[in-house]
């Protein structure tokens, strides 16, 4: 049993609101948790000048996906079991490398995201916790069609639901709008209606699983709060109502600002009809994450990694500088990484905050990110279940 003390570093547990000092981190490496100070020290680490803050969630992944097309672009044909597990493997190391010590995958296929999940839960995968919700759910034609079981009307969306269910998901995944990757459908069109979603919230909630709705458009966003889901994905256009019925619910927004940079940075490599969808959307999902923030709905920290040049290796630290630009609070956004998300993925028992009995899951950064967060994106050491990832030095 070896039992290491990380001390003098300022510490932001995720129940304080700032880095403080006088917090010291105890890890035992046999079960990967933070204990308390009454065990035995085999070994003192001194980290007097650092900053520690809880590793980061990504509530939003599509682990299967290669954002760069070369071997499967996210809903390809080209994908299949084998290099489908093959990127998993990959974007899960390059997560890490960036602070991401939880995800929750929102769009997978052949069941990866479920097995992986299983794996790391026994500790026979090093990779962040895994949320895992196997094929979305999506009308006939719908968003993300390739990639998803296509299902009409509230019986088939309840026999899918228990199907993924019986698979061993943890969330399940809805499409409630048409979106940007994908030709002839817009953010507004309205896809799964409240009835559908609702049967799917039904089946997960009796199970104490969660639900996400892919929404963009405002009528898809209103229908999947009425239906009851958990958190909204993308939420690019809100009026003053959807905002309190959001307050109301306490449904979560998990904006993914990572996505439309990404298309916007390598305009010239992709579709007309993408660069065009995005342009049109970007300014609303700005405003709307802004005034979200301001209007105290709960956020989660997500990117949508997977979609086209949006990286695994880096855009979770890059989000949350993107969500800061939009005018959410830097502590804010240091919530939506690590509390907030632990609560919107139903881990907050293990993670999300630096506590005894939880998984030490921490990075240990050069600077303060409530003062500048863009140091999340420099040198960084990454801990999961306490065992250190790497310093990551390729970055400026
Ligand atoms: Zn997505």
Sequence with gaps: ???????????????????????????????????????????????????????????????????????????????????STFLALENLQKLLKDGVTYIRDVGSVYGVDIELSKLEKQNRLFAPGIVASGNPLTMTGGHFNTGSYEVDGVDEVRKYARLLLKKGVDNIKLMATGGVSFNGETPDDVQLNTEEMRAAVEEAHHKGKTVCAHAQG????????????????????????????????????????????????????????????????????????????????????????????????????????????????NLQALQAATVNAARLLNVADKAGTIENGKLADFIVLEQNPLEDIQVLQKKKTVFKKGKKVQISDNYA
């Design 1 to 83: 049993m070896v039992r290491i003390c990380y001390q003098n570093a300022k510490v932001f547990t995720g129940k304080n609101d700032r880095f403080e000092q006088g917090v010291d981190l105890i890890v035992d490496e046999d079960t990967g948790k933070f204990v308390t100070t009454k065990e035995t020290i085999d070994q003192t680490i001194d980290l007097t000048g650092k900053y520690i803050m809880p590793g980061m969630i990504n509530a939003h992944t599509h682990i299967v996906a290669d954002p760069y097309g070369k071997i499967a672009a996210l809903g390809s044909t080209d994908a299949n079991a084998v290099n």
């Design 218 to 329: 405002l009528a898809g966003i209103k229908n999947a709060i009425r239906a009851g889901v958990n958190s909204v994905e993308h939420a690019v256009y809100l009026d003053d109502e959807a905002f309190e019925m959001f307050l109301k619910t306490a449904t979560f927004i998990v904006p993914t600002l990572a996505a439309p940079w990404s298309i916007n940075e390598n305009s010239a490599a992709l579709p007309d009809f993408m660069i065009q969808k995005n342009l049109e959307v970007a300014q609303s999902h700005i405003e709307s994450i802004q005034k979200a923030a301001k209007a105290g709905v709960r956020l989660a920290m997500g990117t949508d990694a997977g979609t086209a040049f949006n990286s695994f290796e880096q855009n979770s630290s890059k989000e949350m500088e993107l969500m800061t630009k939009a005018g959410v609070t």
